[in-house]
Antibody, heavy 124, light 108 residues
Framework: QVTLRESGPALVKPTQTLTLTCSFS??????????VNWIRQPPGKALEWLAR???????YYSTSLETRLTISKDTSNNQVVLTMTNMDPVDTATYYCARTGTISGVVTGWFDPWGQGILVTVSS | EIVMTQSPATLSVSPGERATLSCRAS??????LAWYQQKPGQAPRLLIYDASTRATGIPARFSGSGSATEFTLTISSLQSEDFAVYFCQHYIKWPPWTFGQGTKVEIK
C-alpha cells in the first residue's frame, strides 16, 4: 500500500522560509519512473502544482514560483523535502505531496495517491 | 502554460440523476487528462486518467471521454457520496501541470 504524509510547521511568519517534508512508504524513489510532487490549495480555491522530483534526481518547478522553491530527496529515508523562501500571506494553503508513478518504466503524469495535506498559515 | 477551464462552476443535481462536467484545455493535451474528486477536508482522489480510464476501485458510474481540448466527466446516477468538487488536470510531457478551477456538484 502506497502512503504519503506531509509534515512541517502549521504557522510561519512573513519573509520566513517554509520547509515541508513528505514521508512515504510502499514505493521507492530508486525505482525508475517514480516521482514525488508538491501541490498546494489555498482555502476554497483550486489546486496548484508546485514542484516534482524524479527517481533520477531531475527536478521541475512551477514557472511562477521557481525562484522560491527547492525540492530534494532523501532516498534512504523515503522522504522528499520542499523549501519555499520569502513566505507571504498569499502562500497560506494546504500543501499536499503526491506520487506520480510509472507504467512499464514510463512516467505516467497523474497524481496518485495524495497525502492528507498540511495547512500552512502565513501570518505575523 | 496550458489553461484548464471547467464548467459549470456549480452543478445542482438530484440523487439518481446524471451529471455531466466539462473541462477545456487552451491547447491540445491529447488524452493526457485526469479527473479527481475532492470531498471537504480531504485530499483529492484520482478518478480517471488518460481521459477515459477509471482508476483502481472507482465505480463504473464514473466515466470520462474526450481528447485534444474538450473533455467530459459523466456520473451516470449520482449517489450521496458523489457530492463533491471535481478537478481536471493535464499531464503533457513538460510542466507546469495545471488543474482546472473545479466544479462543485451539489444536491438539488
Amino acid at each position: 500500500q502506497v502512503t504519503l504524509r506531509e509534515s512541517g510547521p502549521a504557522l510561519v511568519k512573513p519573509t520566513q522560509t517554509l520547509t515541508l517534508t513528505c514521508s512515504f512508504s510502499g514505493f521507492s524513489l530508486n525505482t525508475s519512473g517514480m516521482c514525488v510532487n508538491w501541490i498546494r490549495q489555498p482555502p476554497g480555491k483550486a489546486l496548484e502544482w508546485l514542484a516534482r522530483i524524479d527517481w533520477d534526481d531531475d527536478k521541475y518547478y512551477s514557472t511562477s514560483l521557481e525562484t522560491r522553491l527547492t525540492i530534494s530527496k532523501d532516498t534512504s529515508n523515503n522522504q522528499v523535502v520542499l523549501t519555499m523562501t520569502n513566505m507571504d500571506p498569499v502562500d497560506t494553503a494546504t500543501y499536499y505531496c503526491a506520487r506520480t508513478g510509472t507504467i512499464s518504466g514510463v512516467v505516467t503524469g497523474w497524481f496518485d495517491p495524495w497525502g492528507q495535506g498540511i495547512l500552512v498559515t502565513v501570518s505575523s | 502554460e496550458i489553461v484548464m477551464t471547467q464548467s459549470p462552476a456549480t452543478l445542482s443535481v438530484s440523487p439518481g440523476e446524471r451529471a455531466t462536467l466539462s473541462c477545456r484545455a487552451s491547447q491540445s493535451v491529447s488524452s493526457n487528462l485526469a479527473w479527481y474528486q475532492q470531498k471537504p477536508g480531504q485530499a483529492p482522489r484520482l478518478l480517471i486518467y488518460d481521459a477515459s480510464t477509471r482508476a483502481t476501485g472507482i465505480p463504473a458510474r464514473f466515466s470520462g471521454s474526450g481528447s485534444a481540448t474538450e473533455f467530459t466527466l459523466t456520473i451516470s446516477s449520482l449517489q450521496s457520496e458523489d457530492f463533491a468538487v471535481y478537478f481536471c488536470q493535464h499531464y503533457i510531457k513538460w510542466p507546469p501541470w495545471t488543474f482546472g478551477q473545479g466544479t462543485k456538484v451539489e444536491i438539488k
